[in-house]
Nanobody, 116 residues
Framework: QVQLVESGGGLVQPGGSLRLSCTAS????????MIWYRQAPGKERELVAP????????TSADSMKGRFTISRDNAKNTVYLQMNSLKPEDTAVYYC?????????WGQGTQVTVSS
């Protein structure tokens, strides 16, 4: 069964950090672009950070530059999102996506809440 499972979300205070994980099963991520998105209540889904299959990181949204870092471990079939200096406006459901040609695989999402 092809699936992505995100984990690592939770409640964190402003200024704190979280690391999200996204583990794939049923396929290998090594030939996929792995991308994180997020969706806040009442807002459209937005791009957080993409990382191509060759390891290059392309541009993430300005509001997240310098704070969010995507990485991947092909051996563990897992991609990570390290989030630092979190702000209340980072509160959202974070989704992992694997993209390759017409293949487009989504995880179920993990909730991140930034609040004091």
């Amino acid at each position: 069964q092809v699936q992505l499972v995100e984990s690592g979300g939770g409640l964190v205070q402003p200024g704190g950090s979280l690391r999200l994980s996204c583990t794939a099963s049923g396929f290998r991520i090594s030939t996929y672009a792995m991308i994180w998105y997020r969706q806040a209540p009442g807002k459209e889904r937005e791009l957080v950070a993409p990382r191509s299959s060759d390891g290059r990181v392309t541009t993430s949204a300005d509001s997240m530059k310098g704070r969010f870092t995507i990485s991947r471990d092909n051996a563990k079939n897992t991609v990570y999102l390290q989030m630092n200096s979190l702000k209340p406006e980072d509160t959202a459901v974070y989704y992992c996506n694997a993209a390759r040609g017409l293949d487009n695989i989504w995880g179920q999402g993990t909730q991140v809440t930034v609040s004091s």
